[in-house]
């Protein structure tokens, strides 16, 4: 079946940090992969999204890049602000029957101090 | 509407109630999923709506969760007979269909069974 697996948390990091949040996934078929944000009292809002092998997508200053030799599809920022400080999801959607049926990995709470 | 609305925002039920969590989609999308988001944990799919035909049920943990969106607009997650093992976040997001059409998360409810 579909899997994400993504570093747990939390990352703890000053403001101006580089930021890399690691994810994997397993799946078949060819797989959509996305970031989604949660905000503190927030609701899940989509970060940046890759439908395909090599695609980067990239948002706000975060970036990902579709790995499929590698299986990964890690979150990287240059330079974190205390306002990024939310919980990060990694997703897919494995494109094989139920449009946007996501999985999702289990979250990285990151806490941006100054 | 401006967004996906849910509510109860909150629920607190005693063990063995029902309860029925209602979803408001954005206007016009019509494709709804309800996900259970567990503490500490990522959102897990549930079940998924086209219009009004519920295509996939295959995440619904027991007999006693239904779910219907009978005009193919608002929809309503029901749990009979809760457990404590019900208590949750309920999440709804609704697309516009098509592969790839990103989510749209509401703020969720969360359920806590006593």
């Known amino acids: 079946g579909n899997s994400v697996t993504q570093m747990e948390g939390p990352v703890t990091l000053s403001e101006e940090a580089f930021l890399t949040i690691n994810c994997t996934y397993t799946a078949t078929g060819y797989p959509s992969l996305f970031w989604y944000v949660q905000y503190p009292g927030e609701g899940l809002q989509l970060l940046l999204k890759a439908t395909k092998a090599d695609d980067k997508g990239s948002n706000k200053g975060f970036e990902a890049t579709y790995r499929k030799e590698t299986t990964s599809f890690h979150l990287e920022k240059g330079s974190v602000q205390v306002s990024d400080s939310a919980v990060y999801f990694c997703a897919l959607t494995a494109n094989t029957g139920t449009a946007s049926k996501l999985t999702f990995g289990t979250g990285t709470r990151l806490q941006v101090t100054l | 509407g401006a967004g996906v609305s849910q509510s109860p925002r909150y629920k607190v039920a005693k063990r063995g109630q029902d309860v029925a969590l209602r979803c408001d989609p954005i206007?016009?999308?019509?494709?709804l999923f309800w996900y259970q988001q567990a503490l500490g944990q990522g959102p897990e799919f549930l079940t998924y709506?086209?219009?009004?035909?519920?295509?996939?049920k295959s995440g619904l943990p027991s007999d006693r969760f239904f779910a219907e969106r009978p005009e193919g607009s608002v929809s309503t997650l029901k749990i009979q007979r809760t457990q404590q093992e019900d208590s949750a976040v309920y999440l709804c997001?609704?697309?516009?269909?098509?592969?790839?059409?990103?989510?749209?998360f509401g703020n969720g409810t969360r359920l806590t069974v006593t």
């Open positions: 206007s016009g999308h019509v494709s």
């Open positions: 709506f086209q219009n009004e035909a519920q295509l996939d």
């Open positions: 997001a609704s697309s516009l269909g098509q592969v790839n059409s990103p989510l749209h």
